[in-house]
Structure formats: structure tokens, C-alpha cells
């Protein structure tokens, strides 16, 4: 026996009480263990985070497949957990420490770290709660952190493994260096943005009377950082520049330092670019460490002039003015640095090269740089300039891990959906830079390497085991860096399953079969679990890689605070529903390309939600309950033979764009099955027919969309199949898939379908003449088809109420006014004499076309004018292409009209 809903569909009143009953009866993953397994493993947002709408497209994502899986009897396991996000979560502890008037360096590491757990315990649930509300159904039994006891060991194995394969070394480098933050970060966490800025020239005098060529006693170098030049150990000039040829190997006498330093010949000085000179600073400069190292410098040998702070500090010769210590390498907090003093002493010496522009009434003026808008790089966290330093880092070879993933995607191991992102995927693989994988922090996990006196590093799990190697009485320190965050997700789908431990688990669920990522992580994540996973445990991670888009403002804007377009996910799920965000997420969701946040779709899905509540409720109040079979019911009518080839054609379809990982295709295909078929037409059509047979499909029928639709809708659609039956031993989320046994039956399908084409074919001439859809009107159809005469003659009831067409006459139309009606091969004339003015209608209709042509045709000229398009607001040129689409459109429907009025 079905009970009855309530009128009205409350999402807040079912949403919460759902999720609670799944995940209390262990719904999510239910014992399962002779079931063929589908595994996969969510990127473990930051500790530290709260649910963004990116969140909530990735995760609906995975939950609709997991869902879906789970519904096709498979072990179906999502894993879930958080990332321990070294940075931002000490930076977080950090700055609630320094609203106490509290700091990280009155704590020893220990009781630090100690607090940050604190820290975790007390704060750290806040989007794993957030998720459930979204209604993700992970594995919440086995929730893992990335700094858990287990995780913890995989990762140090890890680190050890590889520095004992030689894939993990120690090097001197110039690595990108956040000088809030005092910590090396990667590349992919550098955020590169244009600022005004300015280009210095400077006069660097050759020593001991040398000139150039051109007799000149100096050579012009420019810069945008002109405080470098406190650590420049060379000049670079290209060795085919003829100016500079008889230079090559003689000296400058830096200004200010009086550091002797050599010029060189490389190919990175272009002659082409300003004076073709070039100041070299190898250890503050990424392209100048490579020339530097050509010229024959050791990393070691590299000046340094700043500290972990940027503030200036005397390099290796001891050459930098004591003025120039401990200042900032430029203003700051209004406060000039070593940038200004440095410009302000090399125009007192007579150095620098003034910059000659002219006004705006064209007069010259002089000034000490040039103007420009420099490409600067800042942190992504720590928001300040990033600062190239020379320093003593842990890297991972990435050139040679990188080598068998990028064979796997080649050889079809891997495949990448949508194949678009193939060529990005190679271009960053097979030009992949050595990964720094060390960072300055105290959360996170501690690089497991020791070193005695001499610096000789010995690395080893425990500090026993390097004790061990290094011999008794050697006294040994840890290193003090912890690994990259990235470094321990790497191990996500695996080493979550137990690895290096051989589990039951991992046995049975890795390979996973499937990773859901946005593809800003497809470097900083994905590939890096690929490199890992085949190196560590000789098999691929996955054997497909879904990569989906951005979630984007309304006008296509990326969603930033600064910009105030940012949208709550939780602000929609209190508004709308969980099922509608996660319905319109699917439904946007097509390969290649972003999302346009839309609000009024998803309270159009909610709308949706509510449609298929009140055709439940309708089902209710005519005896139409919970079906009792998998199998489609027995069917004689053609109505009810129809809407089960529309089950097996809907189930066939969406089983393909799942296959096809289409998840818009997939949403609209269960959206249009339900809105249109099921809940427009059948339901229209079986009024006042509730016979035993029509309420048997009617359940099943209802039964089979709940099933289908639930991967997207779960909770509406769990309340609703909860209330057609008594069944509390099967519930939804674990109910079997539609599994019909039935054919489509063409002849039923064709009947019906030319029964709605008739239907829709009336209803749209009566809008497009004003004539009221009540009004009955007379038809006839003087050669009618043998499927037109059938349908008519089985279905008169059913055309009267719905096309309100009486009678239906299969005899010639009388003269006059008329209408023509298409349905199939069918012709029908619709007598309107009597029913409206034609001549005031045609008028009508005459003088809305030449409004609509009128319109199109100054929408088209502005569209043309390449001026509008170019320079008027986005938002305007957009409202304009969709004026012209509806003017363009009103017009054939105008024109039609008229047609039909003869």
C-alpha cells in the first residue's frame, strides 16, 4: 500500500532525514563481496575547506556514477577524505594565533603540530559535513586524512623507495620562494598577473680602458629589477653580435659593488632585444641560473643578496654596502627598499639611462624608467611577489616518471574524456621539469632524511634505521622540511586502500575504474597519481580520466571574490534543493566546455521535482502504487505498450551517455522522458482509464523513472518510492536497475506517437491564431491514412479531450475559412467560420510580422557593425544575438500562421 505525500514538495523536509537513514544503515556500501567492483576516489578537498560550487560539480559528478553503479549490483566504493593542505591549514592556526597576540615560533615543532591537530579535531569536518548536504554517497565507515598513521607510513615508504631507485635527490636550485610564507612552492601554485611597473637602463663601464666596437667604454643593460644587481656575477651578449665580439671574455666593474664580473657569449641574449646586453644574477633569476651554469658557475658558487624574508643580506664576497643590508628588496608598507636606494645611487654615479617620453601636448620629459606592465609572479596563497631563490631542495625526477604515463595515455591504457585535453596532457608530460617536493612548513609529513656533520644525508624510514647506516656515535639531525602537499595525494588511489600493505581491498578495488577531476588539477594532481601509481605499483590508477570545466558567473566570468560573483552551493540547496543543483550540474555538465552558473534553471529542475511529486501524487489518488516486478507487466492496450518501449528506449539511451560519460545527455534524456512522456502524455492519456492492466504499467512505470532518475535526484526520489509501497527491506538506493525484458512494440509506438503529434499540432495552431484551447473544433480528413483511421476510431474520446477535436470527419472539408493540421502523413482541415475574424486576425498577424522583420533587420545591422560588436559591453552584444534569434524565429512562426489561414 502506497502512503500518501503531502501536497506540497518540501526538499528541506526530506533531504536531511534521508541522508541520515543511508548513512546510519550503511547504505552506501552495502556487503557486496562476490559483486563485480567499481571504485573511485574523490580529490580530497583541504581540511581547511568549505563547499564552492566547483566542489559541488565534481562531487555531483561522481556521486551520479557511483550511484548509478551501485544500482547495477556492483561493489560500488567511493572513496572519501581530506587533504592535510600543509599551507593553508598552518596558515589558518597561524593566524588565529595572532589574534591571540599569539605566534607559531613561542611553540616548539612538536607542540605546534600538536595544536594544528587540535585545530583539526575541533574544525576540520566542515566540508565533509557540507558533502553529505550535497548527498554524496561516499564510504564514510572508511574516511581517510592524508596524515592518518597509515597514510602517513605509505608516504614515507614512498619517499624512501624512490630516493633508493635514485628518482629523489638533493639539489641546489633556484626554486619559487614565498617570502611570507618562507617556503619553496611549485610552479602550478604560481599565479602570474600584469602590474605596472618600470624598465630601468643602466651604464655597466668596461674595465681597464676596453671599448666596444662602436668605441664605447660601457655596456647598457635594462631590468625590472634593478635591486638584482647587488648579486649579477656576468653580462651575457649573444656570441654571432658583432658589436660585442671583441668584449667577449674582458670585464665590468659593477657600479656600487665593485664586483669584477665577465662577460659572456649565450644564446639567451637576443640582439634584436633593446642594446642586446644582458645583466646575468644566476641565483635570482631562472633564465640567468641556466647561463650562469653554461658560463661555468657552480650552483654552489651562485651569489645570494637576499634572505627567507627578501630582505637584503650580504652575498658570498662580501661586496653588498652595509646601507643595503636588511632592507626589503623594494618599497614596502611605503617604506623605500633596496630597488629604490639601488636606482637612487646609480643616477647619483652618473649609471643610469634616463627614459625620454613626451606628454600628452607632445612635450619631452625625462624619467628614470620606462613605463610598463610586467607579468609578475605571486603566490596563490601567500599573495605576495614571488621571488626566485637559490636554495637547498628535495626534487623528484619527473622526467622519468613521467615517461610511462605518457605511453599509457598514447597506447590507450588511460584514456583521457574529452580526448581534447591530450595534446595539454603531453605538451606539460614531455616537457615536465624536475618536481621541488620539499616546503619550509611544520605541518605536514617530515622528510624522512638525517644528516651527520658533514651534510651527508642518510634516508631511511625511522631515525634507527639511519642511525644504522650511518654508523654508531654518528651524530645525526633531521631535516627540518616537510614534503609538498601534492605528494602525498599522488598516493590517493592506492595507498587509501591500505598500499603498501597487501589488503583484501586493494586487491579488489585498484585499479580504480574511473577519476572525476576538474582539469585545473589535471597537472598538480592527476598526472602526479599516474607517475606514482604505475611506478609504485606497476599498474595505472584508473583506465579512464574524466576532466569537466569551470563553474562560471552568468556572463561567463571566472567566479572570484574580488568580483562579488561568487555563488554558495549551500544558498542554492536552501533555496532549491540538493536534487535541483545537482540535476542542473549534470544537466550543464558537456565535455569540453564550462558551466554558466544559471539560477533560473536550477529553479527550473526544482520546478521539474515538483512536477514528478504531484504526477506521483495524482498516481496515489487513482490506486497507482509501487509495481511488484522488474520485469515489465503484461500489456494489451497500445497506451500501455507505448510507455513500456519508452522505459526501454529511455534505459538504452541513458546506459549509452553513461557509457559515454555525457552526463548532459544523460540528464536530459531521463528529464525529457519524465516531463514529457511520462508525465505530459501518459498520464494525459490514461485519465479515466484505471483498469487493473493500466495501473500495473502505470506503477512499474513510475517505479522504473524513480530508479533512473535517482543517480541525479536521489532524495526526491527516494521519499517518492518510499511512499508508493510498503518495502523497507529495498530501498531505492540499493534497488536493482530497470531490467524491462520488452521490446519496443512499433506498432503501439506509432499509434501513440502520431495520437500526441495530432494533439501538439492543434494546440499550436489555436496559440498561433488566439483561437481559446478549450474551444472544440470540427476536423476533417478527407484520405486518412490506415494508422490516421485507426487511431481516430480506437482513441475518439481521448482526441476530443486532449486535441478537443469533435467530431472527426473522414469526409471532404465545406468551402471557406479553414486551417490545416499536419499529423503524421495526415491532412487535416479545420473549419474556422464561425470561430474567428479571419480578416482581423490575418491583420493581426500581418502587422506582428512586419513589427518582428522591422526589428531583425535593425538587430542585424548592429550585429554587423563591427564597431558594436567589439566595443559595446558583452552583455549587450549577447542581449542583442538573442533578440535577433527570437525576432527571427517569431517570424517563421507569424509566417506560418498566415499559412495556415490561406
Not at 580530497?44 to 568549505?50: D, L, Y
Not at 560550487?53 to 548509478?68: K, P, S
Not at 613521467?402 to 581534447?420: F, L, M, Q, R, Y
Amino acid at each position: 500500500m502506497s502512503t500518501e505525500l503531502s501536497k506540497t514538495f518540501d526538499p528541506a523536509d526530506i533531504e536531511q532525514r534521508w541522508y541520515a537513514h543511508w548513512e546510519e544503515n550503511g547504505l552506501f556500501r552495502p556487503e557486496r563481496p562476490d559483486a563485480e567492483p567499481f571504485t573511485i576516489v574523490n580529490p580530497p578537498p583541504n581540511v581547511t575547506g568549505s563547499l564552492h560550487i566547483g566542489h559541488a560539480l565534481d562531487n555531483t559528478l561522481q556521486d551520479v556514477v557511483i550511484r548509478y553503479e551501485r544500482l547495477r549490483g556492483k561493489d560500488a566504493l567511493w572513496v572519501v577524505g581530506t587533504d592535510h593542505a600543509g599551507i593553508a591549514t598552518q596558515m589558518v592556526v597561524e593566524r588565529q594565533m595572532e589574534a591571540r597576540q599569539d605566534k607559531r615560533t613561542n611553540y616548539s615543532r612538536e607542540d605546534f603540530v600538536g595544536k594544528v591537530w587540535e585545530w583539526k579535531e575541533e574544525s576540520g569536518g566542515t566540508i565533509t559535513r557540507q558533502l553529505r548536504r550535497l548527498g554524496c554517497s561516499m564510504d564514510w565507515s572508511r574516511e581517510q586524512f592524508t596524515m592518518d598513521e597509515h597514510f602517513s607510513n605509505a608516504v614515507l615508504k614512498t619517499f624512501v623507495d624512490l630516493y633508493n631507485d635514485g628518482l629523489i635527490y638533493r639539489d641546489k636550485r633556484l626554486v619559487n620562494w614565498d617570502p611570507k610564507l618562507k617556503t619553496a612552492i611549485s610552479d602550478l601554485e604560481v599565479e602570474t598577473t600584469d602590474v605596472k611597473g618600470s624598465f630601468w637602463h643602466f651604464k655597466y663601464p668596461l674595465e681597464d680602458g676596453v671599448t666596444t666596437s662602436e668605441g664605447k667604454d660601457h655596456l647598457v643593460v635594462a631590468t625590472t629589477r634593478p635591486e638584482t644587481m647587488l648579486a649579477d656575477m656576468a653580462v651575457a651578449v649573444h656570441p654571432d653580435d658583432e658589436r660585442f665580439k671583441s668584449v667577449v671574455g674582458k670585464h665590468i666593474v659593477l657600479p656600487i659593488t665593485g664586483r669584477r664580473v665577465p662577460i659572456v657569449a649565450d644564446e639567451h641574449a637576443d640582439p634584436e632585444l633593446g642594446s642586446g646586453c644582458v645583466k646575468i644574477t644566476p641565483g635570482h633569476d631562472f633564465n640567468d641560473f641556466d647561463v650562469g651554469k653554461r658560463a661555468g658557475f657552480k650552483p654552489a658558487e651562485m651569489l645570494n643578496m637576499l634572505d627567507g624574508e627578501a630582505n637584503v643580506c650580504q652575498t658570498a664576497d662580501g661586496l653588498v654596502p652595509e646601507e643595503f643590508i636588511g632592507l626589503h628588496r623594494f618599497k614596502r608598507d611605503g617604506v623605500d627598499g633596496a630597488r629604490e636606494l639601488v636606482v637612487q645611487r646609480l643616477k647619483e654615479q652618473g649609471y643610469l639611462i634616463p627614459h625620454i617620453a613626451k606628454t600628452k601636448k607632445g612635450e619631452e620629459q625625462e624619467l628614470d624608467a620606462e613605463p610598463r606592465t610586467i607579468a609578475t609572479p605571486f603566490g596563490d596563497r601567500g599573495g605576495v611577489v614571488i621571488e626566485p631563490w637559490l636554495t637547498d631542495q628535495w626534487y623528484v625526477d619527473a622526467e622519468k616518471l613521467a615517461k610511462a604515463p605518457i605511453e599509457a595515455v598514447k597506447d590507450g591504457t588511460i584514456e583521457i574524456v574529452p580526448k581534447s585535453w591530450e595534446k595539454t596532457f603531453f605538451n606539460w608530460m614531455e616537457n615536465i621539469q624536475p618536481w621541488c617536493v620539499s616546503r619550509q612548513l611544520w605541518w605536514g609529513h617530515r622528510i624522512p632524511a638525517w644528516y651527520d656533520a658533514e651534510g651527508k644525508a642518510y634516508v631511511a624510514m625511522t631515525e634507527e634505521e639511519a642511525q644504522a647506516q650511518a654508523g654508531e656515535g654518528v651524530a645525526l639531525t633531521r631535516d627540518e622540511d616537510v614534503l609538498d602537499t601534492w605528494f602525498s595525494s599522488a598516493l590517493w588511489p592506492f595507498a587509501t586502500l591500505g598500499w603498501p600493505d597487501k589488503t583484501d581491498l586493494l586487491d579488489k578495488h585498484y585499479p580504480n575504474d574511473l577519476l572525476i577531476s576538474g582539469f585545473d588539477i589535471l597537472f598538480f594532481w592527476d598526472a602526479r597519481m599516474m607517475m606514482q601509481g604505475m611506478h609504485l605499483t606497476g599498474k595505472a590508477p584508473w583506465p579512464r580520466l574524466y576532466l569537466h570545466g569551470l563553474v562560471r558567473a552568468a556572463d561567463g566570468a571566472k567566479m572570484s571574490k574580488s568580483k562579488g560573483n561568487v555563488v554558495d552551493p549551500l544558498g542554492l540547496i536552501d533555496q532549491y534543493g540538493a536534487d535541483a543543483l545537482r540535476f542542473f550540474m549534470s544537466a550543464m555538465e558537456s565535455q569540453g566546455r564550462d558551466i554558466k552558473m544559471d539560477e533560473k534553471r536550477v529553479e527550473g529542475y526544482r520546478n521539474f521535482a515538483t512536477k514528478l511529486w504531484n504526477a506521483t501524487r495524482f498516481c496515489q489518488s487513482n490506486g497507482i502504487g509501487a509495481s511488484t516486478s522488474i520485469v515489465a507487466p503484461t500489456a494489451t492496450q497500445a497506451v500501455n505498450k507505448w510507455i513500456i518501449g519508452e522505459v526501454v528506449e529511455t534505459k538504452n539511451a541513458l546506459e549509452q551517455a553513461m557509457a559515454d560519460l555525457r552526463f548532459d545527455a544523460a540528464a536530459n534524456t531521463i528529464y525529457h522522458f519524465v516531463w514529457d512522456r511520462f508525465c505530459d502524455w501518459y498520464i494525459e492519456l490514461i485519465k479515466g482509464n484505471f483498469d487493473e492492466e493500466t495501473k500495473a504499467v502505470a506503477g512499474w512505470a513510475l517505479d522504473q523513472i524513480l530508479v533512473m532518475l535517482h543517480p541525479f535526484m536521489p532524495f526526491i526520489t527516494e521519499e517518492l518510492w518510499s511512499k508508493q509501497g510498503d518495502r523497507p527491506d529495498y530501498p531505492l538506493i540499493t534497488a536493482k536497475w530497470p531490467d524491462p525484458q520488452a521490446e519496443v512494440d512499433a506498432e503501439a509506438k506509432a499509434e501513440i506517437d502520431w495520437l500526441i503529434a495530432l494533439t501538439s499540432a492543434v494546440r499550436t495552431a489555436k496559440n498561433e491564431l488566439g483561437i481559446a484551447p478549450g474551444a472544440k473544433l470540427e476536423a476533417f480528413c478527407p484520405s486518412p491514412s490506415s494508422l490516421g483511421r485507426k487511431v481516430v476510431e480506437e482513441n475518439a474520446a481521448a482526441i476530443e479531450r486532449l486535441a478537443r477535436l469533435t467530431p472527426v470527419n473522414f469526409a471532404e472539408a465545406p468551402g471557406g475559412a479553414a486551417m490545416q493540421i499536419a499529423a503524421g502523413d495526415d491532412a487535416f482541415i479545420v473549419p474556422l467560420e464561425g470561430v474567428i475574424d479571419i480578416e482581423a486576425e490575418k491583420a493581426r498577424l500581418t502587422k506582428a510580422m512586419e513589427a518582428s522583420t522591422k526589428e531583425a533587420k535593425s538587430l542585424e545591422g548592429r550585429l554587423n557593425n563591427a564597431n558594436f560588436v567589439e566595443r559595446a559591453k558583452p552583455e549587450a552584444v549577447e542581449k542583442a544575438r538573442a533578440d535577433y534569434t527570437h525576432h527571427t524565429a517569431e517570424i517563421e512562426r507569424l509566417k506560418a500562421a498566415l499559412t495556415r489561414l490561406g
